[in-house]
């Protein structure tokens, strides 16, 4: 899977609250709707600033705080593509995992706001085309990117009928 | 070579000798979703080709978050959630039965050397009473729903040491914000911790509570504590399930260990915008307060309303300042009625809200407004957490939260020991 695109860059410790707040999440299932409200605590304006297939970047602990899946699938509803930190709290990256948002893990103080980037995400390899250099990053373990690539969780259920890792 | 107690239950659970670092897939114990998780796992659910749940005993969803129902869209939730259960034959909770984290421990659901996951991250909360209990998504709730099963990464350990004997006036609230803004909010990220030590095993059960609930406010994925007697005693007075309490060995392997003496330790604030962002009371006294909430699964318990009533009896809000009482369950209110807890807090001058999550998650009974400053009992302070992201959230003990509200300004509750 290639992914490219452009770089909105956040702080360390994103919470699920910032990414999708809960006065919005408990209101509907519609997740189209509630992507327009993606980061709004952070950056009022970033929904609008979304060009299809852009990358959230971040600092260290994205995704801490609730559990609430609506913060990945608000990512996924407003056209992002991947989320790249230095490193994920633990119930988000589970949730990435099963709904089918990449997210990668490296170096990104070694990435701009603006910067475009290019992910090929079967060979592992980041590559920051603004400043042309390739940024090395942490490879998933086998589970995760069977689950990732059957096309999340309820796919692999689908698939195999429950969990099936051999 | 020994193990720890997450390491234990793992392997008892998966059937393998599950160390650090590997990935297994084990059996569950016991399966919860609440109002703002459920909607999506029982779509996920479906979507499977799921029909039945693995075992209706060993499930529940509980409506706490926005219950009552305020909106439109979140009744369609509700009623989602009613259908499911009925159909599934689940146990089920619905409006004013309480908060998920209370309600499952009290009913009797978990006992010691269970694996338990729930969609809502205070899930870690049954690590008090030596459950191995995890917060999850909507898709591995599905997941577990379906199967009973899920794939866990055995997580390292880090044992928290906790010497000493906390002064009067300083609660295991206290205590654990202490610990969390010393380790900060990713120090304990993809691992168990384990509370142990003289001070931990002076608590009360409730008390320990606070303190698994908050584990994952350091990033942790559980918040273990040992099976002593008071444990044992607890569980049998709330479950008829048999149970074998897991003890960690004396040579178990640990990520990190940091022993504590919190003898001198003062009581502690959480500032705004982070759990992690913490200064003793001194440093924080004298800040304007408009409103105040002691409830939650953090610290909704009958021993905090005791505490608070303790402090509020016979006084009254300051001019201009709010609180806002939410027990945890229907039991914690019955019982805080049947003592006049309640009455005092009404004397008082307070709003007692439905036993549920009150206003901790920003969906109802009671939003701040702009620039208002809030000190509540719960154990998150993120910026617009309480439904306003221009208000600023303070946290701390009951105890604190009470004296507070009598000054409408953060005040050291000490001065009220008796």
């Known amino acids: 899977m290639n992914l490219q695109g452009k770089v909105h860059k956040f702080g360390n410790d994103v919470n699920t609250d910032y990414i999708i707040s809960g006065r919005h999440k408990f209101k509907t299932l519609d997740m189209k709707e509630l992507a327009k409200h993606v980061m709004e605590d952070l950056d009022p304006e970033f929904y609008n600033k979304i060009d299809r297939g852009d990358f959230i970047v971040a600092g260290s602990n994205f995704g801490c705080g609730s559990s609430r899946e609506q913060a990945p699938l608000a990512i996924i509803n407003a056209d992002i593509s991947a989320v790249i930190a230095k490193s994920f709290a633990r119930i988000f990256y589970r949730n990435c995992i099963n709904t089918g948002l990449p997210l990668i893990e490296c170096d990104t103080d070694l990435i701009n706001p603006g910067d475009a980037l290019e992910i090929d995400l079967g060979a592992g390899i980041l590559h920051n085309l603004t400043q042309n250099i390739d940024i090395p990053i942490t490879p998933l373990p086998p589970v995760m990117l069977k689950i990732l690539n059957d096309g999340g969780l309820v796919e692999h259920f689908k698939k195999y009928g429950g969990f099936n890792f051999d | ?418």
């Open chain 2, 1 to 418: 070579m020994g193990k720890t107690i997450a390491e234990k239950i793992l392997s008892q659970k998966s059937g393998q000798d599950a160390r650090a670092n590997d990935i297994v897939v084990a059996e569950l114990d016991f399966v919860m979703g609440q109002d703002g998780t459920s909607g999506l796992a029982i779509r996920a659910f479906e979507e499977m080709n799921s029909t039945r749940v693995f075992d209706p005993a060993k499930i529940a969803m509980v409506i706490d978050h926005s219950a009552p129902s305020p909106l439109e869209g979140v009744s369609a939730l509700h009623q989602q959630m009613r259908v499911f259960a009925d159909q599934q034959k689940i146990n089920f909770y619905d409006i004013g039965d309480g908060v998920c984290h209370q309600l499952v421990p009290e009913q009797g659901h978990v006992v010691p050397g269970n694996l338990v996951i729930g969609a809502d991250s205070h899930t870690c909360t049954y690590g008090a009473i030596n459950v191995f209990s995890t917060g999850v998504g909507s898709t591995d709730l599905a997941a577990g729903l379906s199967s009973g099963k899920l794939w866990f990464k055995v997580p390292e350990t880090f044992k928290f040491v906790i010497n000493g004997k906390l002064p009067p006036g300083v609660h295991s609230k206290d205590l654990i914000l202490y610990l969390i803004g010393d380790v900060t909010a990713d120090g304990a990220t993809y691992m168990a911790a384990e509370y142990t030590g003289e001070a931990i095993a002076a608590l009360s059960i409730e008390g320990r509570f606070t303190i698994s609930n908050m584990a994952i406010e350091m990033g942790a994925k559980c918040g273990l504590m040992e099976a002593d007697e008071k444990t044992v005693a607890w569980v049998n007075a709330h479950s008829n399930k048999p149970f074998t309490p897991v003890q960690a060995d004396p040579d178990a392997t640990y990520a990190r260990v940091k022993e504590y003496n919190v003898s001198k330790l003062e009581p502690q604030v959480a500032k705004p915008h982070t759990v992690d962002n913490v200064s003793p009371i001194g440093e924080v006294a004298g800040i304007p307060i408009q409103q105040g909430v002691i409830g939650t699964c953090t610290n909704g318990r009958i021993e905090d309303f005791r505490i608070a009533a303790n402090i509020l009896k016979g006084r009254k809000l300051a001019h201009g300042t709010r609180l806002i009482i939410a027990p945890s369950s229907r039991q914690v209110m019955l019982q805080a009625m049947r003592e006049g807890l309640i009455e005092i807090f009404m004397e008082a001058g307070a709003a007692v809200v439905t036993p549920g999550c009150g206003p901790c998650v920003g969906t109802h009974n009671g939003v701040p407004s702009d620039g208002e400053n809030v000190i509540s009992t719960a154990n998150r302070n993120f910026k617009g957490r309480m439904g306003n992201n221009k208000a600023f959230i303070y946290l701390a003990s009951p105890a604190t939260v009470a004296a507070s509200v009598l000054y409408g300004k953060i005040s050291d509750p000490r001065e009220f020991n008796s």
